[in-house]
Nanobody, 122 residues
Framework: VQLQASGGGLVQAGGSLRLSCAASGRIFSSYYTGWFRQAPGKERELVAAISWSLPSTYYADSVKGRFTTSRDNARNTVYLQMNSLKPEDTAVYYC????????????????WGQGTLVTVSS
């Protein structure tokens, strides 16, 4: 499985960005794709996750109501729509895929994409 994340950039506080994570290879329908972020000097954080087959999503408290994750199964792509961005959202964002227990419970991934940098200016 290969994941390709894209869509990062520089945006002003209050603005929006949409990240994409395109997957190739065999994706198990039971898998989840998670969006993680890591800011300098901080631990990696799972911000959102979505099932590839179920109407199931997860959001960290820090992004609830502002971020939305969705999927396009036909394109094997997962999205992270980020609205009302804050300077504290600045981080490298990664997508990863794996089982529910790995992604949502363990906050880890089996397969990882490269990171995409999101910078929110105040």
């Amino acid at each position: 499985v290969q994941l390709q994340a894209s869509g990062g950039g520089l945006v002003q506080a209050g603005g929006s960005l949409r990240l994409s994570c395109a997957a190739s290879g065999r994706i198990f329908s039971s898998y989840y794709t998670g969006w993680f972020r890591q800011a300098p000097g901080k631990e990696r954080e799972l911000v959102a996750a979505i099932s590839w087959s179920l109407p199931s999503t997860y959001y960290a408290d820090s992004v609830k109501g502002r971020f939305t994750t969705s999927r396009d199964n036909a394109r094997n792509t997962v999205y992270l729509q980020m609205n009302s961005l804050k300077p504290e959202d600045t981080a490298v964002y990664y997508c990863a895929t794996g089982s529910h227990s790995l992604i949502v419970v363990g906050k880890k991934g089996e397969y990882w994409g490269q990171g995409t940098l999101v910078t929110v200016s105040s």
